[in-house]
């Protein structure tokens, strides 16, 4: 895991370092060779939405968030304390099959989310609107599913909550359930517009491709964090 | 239609001018408002800290002569006072305050990208302080956990506010973190989409630089605190075993097993170290600034200085643990930290040669902004050699606990950073309020609390390597190693504290007396090249560039160009123009002009 860990940095480090080096090696304080002023703002981000760049670091920020939490969850096993640290009460437990279904739900969600993406680039009210309302609902069925699992872990005889396993099952997926409840809010915004508000297609576009890609985003932190689960 | 980019927009109406008192100055949207509300809460909750601190030093001054300051008002003291100072005023004022005021003013924006989660910002900020603040009268008062709050004893009964005073920490931090992110986005997507045209990333003044990678370190270190805050939290409340190890309190066994303490630790520092960074990158680049302008010379090395903020902001999450050299684990670790310790103070060197190269030759004006900028460089050459010191292993160890650190962190992270926020007020008052500042009260306030710092942390030094421990309330006759002349050392710096602490109600009433009585400014009292200072009003009224976005053709350091007609050339001034002599933004001539030599 960590020379994994240290590759991706390794090559993260390396593409960020060819960007860098390209951005800022202008020598800015000569102002006779300097690129125009018209072309002075290249950079690309300028281009995309506001909206869409402020997403991305907030995607950024949401996997530093869960990064951690599942570090620390890796070295309160008793792992990467640099030394023996077998701390003796972790008390593994039995994922219940109700989240395999809840896994499939949130695939479903994100699949009719990118089709409502999809349904506003061909331009079709009607479609966007229904996929919407289908993507969202699953995501609700996901919620509901996860509070079932919640339950079901509660009488099981493993809880208890000096048992980190159990703390930590809950700390992770109920994190991960506030995020898609963060989702929902603004899901619930764009669908409002749209069934009731009689807004046009043009005035959603963004919205609705941003809410898929937080989906998407959503779906794959769940399939770490469940495979994490099953893992340990 | 197809997006069009922010630099292209030219329609002031798109703003949305503010037409009440309540949306002009208490639910604004605006960039600059918020950024003075932000600084108004930063240094009014900040002069709590500092009151709370005389009361340390009372005690450690004159001990037991004050009987409101029992042994756990002192440790609830000491914890509120670092807390407050490190977050709420420091990260607050640094990105929140200067943040705010400073990147859509150099970057030739309108605004921030996102007003109304900027103004939630200020909210949630002031909420977070809200709640810090009730912590103080909650029953059994404030944590006295430490600003660290390490478990186990932060929830452990016998601390001070282990039950109500810890919750409200926690909490308040949570929110904290919440503001910070609202504001972080902000920060980071305006400086990326927001520049106007021809303000290169390679143009943008050092200031930008260095709250820009503070924010990115923010935006990726606060979880790490938030992550914490949550597992404590919950061990607090529930009884979860995430950090708290099967312990015995007050004679019984605490209903926790097994959690780990040192996990704690390393969430903890792994967001404390970059926190360190996200004061101190503002400072550098805020600093940087300064000096170029009142020395009336490029800065030395600017492509190096940004490099070198890039460095210093990557290095800065790879050491945290040099902050654990005693807490029990790997020692290899150490090893590990000391280096990485070692190869940040690189960067960190570079910018200091280049900060003393710019002065060297440049025409000098001495006036306050200045004096801060220069007493920064004092204060941090002392607090960043005696770190070369804590960083190694083997001499961290004797070290670790004593007043040794406390003057370490205090140079390094109290004082110096503070040099800078007066100097870039002092800098940026005539800006945000269209008047200069008094300078014969700006020059009592440099002197007293700069030479007043020295007379407060250099005898620490020599407390802490005589091994006086920190954070003890009194030092009794039975601890053999510590000498009585370390009680005399004790009353000259808590007589120093109190002289400095009230030097800076001079502070204070200067900035009052002045937005009243001060001269007006003019637009561009510094003569300073960076945009800023090329709006169209001073104040910078909503919008502020009016009905058209300024085009940049330079970088914001031609100060002294050969051949120009006068002795800075404005971002905004063709390559091919030069200058018109006299030119100021406004055809004023603040104060600032011509200075003293």
Redesign the interface.
């Known amino acids: 895991m960590s020379l994994t860990v240290a590759y991706s940095a390794l090559l993260t480090g390396i593409l960020v370092w060819l960007f ?1 080096v390209r ?7 000569d ?2 060779t ?2 125009s ?2 072309d ?2 290249a ?1 690309g ?7 869409k ?2 997403l991305r ?2 995607l ?2 949401i996997s ?2 869960f990064a ?2 599942m570090s ?1 969850y890796y ?2 096993m008793g792992n990467g ?3 023996e ?1 077998n ?4 008390r593994a437990i039995t994922e219940s099959p109700v989240l395999w279904i809840n896994s499939t739900l949130l695939v479903f969600s994100s699949i009719a989310m990118q089709w409502a993406r999809s349904a506003t680039t061909q331009g079709d009210l009607a479609r966007t609107t229904k996929m919407l309302m289908i993507g969202g609902l699953f995501a609700c069925a996901f919620i509901i599913g996860q509070l079932y699992a919640w339950r079901e872990l509660r009488v099981s005889e493993v809880f208890t ?2 048992n ?1 396993a159990v ?1 930590f099952f809950y ?1 992770l997926t109920g ?1 991960h359930a506030l995020h898609i409840l963060g989702g929902l809010y603004v899901w619930g915004k764009t669908y409002m517009k749209l069934a009731f508000k009689q807004a046009e297609l ?1 005035d959603v576009k963004l919205s609705v491709e941003l809410t898929s890609v937080y989906w998407h985003f959503l779906l794959l932190v769940w399939v770490v964090l469940f495979g994490l689960l099953l893992a340990t | ?1 197809s ?1 069009v ?3 292209d927009r030219d329609d002031p109406h798109a703003q949305h001018d503010p037409q009440t008192f309540l949306t002009k100055y208490i639910w604004s949207q605006d960039h600059k408002v918020i950024a003075i509300q932000y600084g108004v809460v930063a240094i009014a909750i900040g002069l709590v800290a500092l009151g709370m601190s005389v009361m340390m030093r009372l005690q450690l001054g004159f001990p037991n002569s004050f009987s409101f300051i029992a042994p756990q008002n002192y440790l609830q003291f000491i914890t509120m006072h670092g807390m407050i100072m490190v977050i709420y005023l420091l990260t607050a004022l640094f990105l929140g305050g200067f943040g705010n005021f400073l990147i859509p003013l150099m970057c030739g924006s309108r605004d921030m ?2 007003p109304y989660m900027n103004m939630l910002s200020f909210w949630f900020y002031l909420l977070a302080v809200l709640i810090l603040v009730a912590g103080l009268f909650v029953p059994g008062g404030p944590t006295g956990a430490g600003w660290t709050l390490y478990p186990p004893q932060a929830v452990l009964p016998g601390t001070p506010g282990a039950s109500w005073g810890i919750l409200c920490m926690l909490a308040s931090l949570a929110i904290f973190i919440v503001a910070f ?1 609202m504001g ?3 920060y ?2 305006t400086v ?12 943008m003044p050092l200031s930008v630089w260095g709250i820009f990678c503070a924010s990115i370190l923010g ?3 606060f ?2 605190l ?2 914490s805050a ?2 404590m939290t ?1 061990d607090s409340v ?5 950090f708290m190890p099967a312990v015995a309190s007050l004679g019984e066994a605490a ?6 303490p ?2 704690f630790q ?2 903890f520092w ?1 967001f404390g170290h970059p926190e360190v960074y996200i004061v101190a990158l503002p400072a550098f680049g805020i600093v940087s600034d300064l000096l170029s302008t009142h020395a009336r010379k ?1 800065i030395f090395g ?2 190096m200085m ?2 070198a903020i ?1 460095a210093i902001a990557v290095l800065s999450f790879v050491v945290w643990a040099h902050h654990m050299y005693v807490s029990g ?2 020692p ?2 150490g090893f590990f930290f000391a280096t990485t310790t070692l190869i940040i103070a690189v960067p960190t060197a570079i910018k200091v040669y280049n900060w003393v190269l710019t002065l060297w030759r440049g025409d000098i004006h001495l006036n306050v902004p200045m004096l801060f900028a220069i007493g920064f460089i004092f204060t941090f050459i002392n607090g960043g050699l005696t770190g070369l010191f804590l960083g190694n292993v083997t001499v961290d160890v004797p070290l670790s606990g004593t007043y040794f650190v406390v003057a370490h962190f205090h140079m390094v992270m109290g004082v110096s950073p503070i040099m800078v926020v007066f100097g870039a007020i002092y800098h940026w008052y005539p800006k945000m309020t269209g008047r200069m500042f008094n300078e014969t009260l700006g020059n009592i306030h440099f002197w007293c609390t700069f030479l007043g710092t020295y007379a407060i942390y250099l005898p620490m030094h020599y407390l802490g390597i005589l091994g006086v421990p920190r954070r003890y309330y009194a030092y009794s006759n039975s601890i053999e190693f510590i000498p009585l002349s370390v009680q005399e050392a004790n009353k000259w710096i808590t007589i120093s504290a109190i002289f400095v602490a009230l030097v800076q109600l001079v502070f204070l009433f200067n900035l009052i007396w002045s937005y009243f009585h001060g001269k007006p400014s003019g637009g561009n009292p510094w003569r300073s090249a960076s945009l800023e200072w090329q709006t169209p009003e001073t104040p910078a009224t909503h919008g502020n560039w009016g009905p058209k976005l300024p ?5 914001p ?2 100060y002294s160009v050969p051949g120009a007609p006068d002795d800075f050339i404005p971002q905004n001034v063709p ?1 091919s123009d030069k200058i018109p002599a006299g030119h100021d933004g406004h055809g004023h001539d603040g104060p600032g002009h011509g200075g003293h030599k």
């Open positions: 860098l951005k800022l090696s202008a020598k800015s304080w102002a006779n300097a690129i002023a018209a002075a703002h950079d981000f300028e281009r995309m939405p506001a909206s760049l402020g670091v907030f950024v920020v530093s968030l951690l939490f620390a070295m309160r304390h640099g030394a640290a701390l003796g009460d972790w909550p000096q980190p703390a700390l994190v043009v | 239609m997006y980019a922010i630099a990208v996102f992110t972080g986005l902000n980071v997507t990326l989409q927001a520049r106007c045209r021809g303000m290169t990333l390679m143009r935006l990726l270190a979880p790490a938030f992550v949550i597992m919950l529930l009884g979860t075993s995430f209903k926790h097993s097994g959690g780990s040192l996990l390393h969430l792994f490029n600017y492509r940004v490099w890039l684990m790997n290899y670790f085009v940049v053709y330079r970088w350091y031609d390559a």
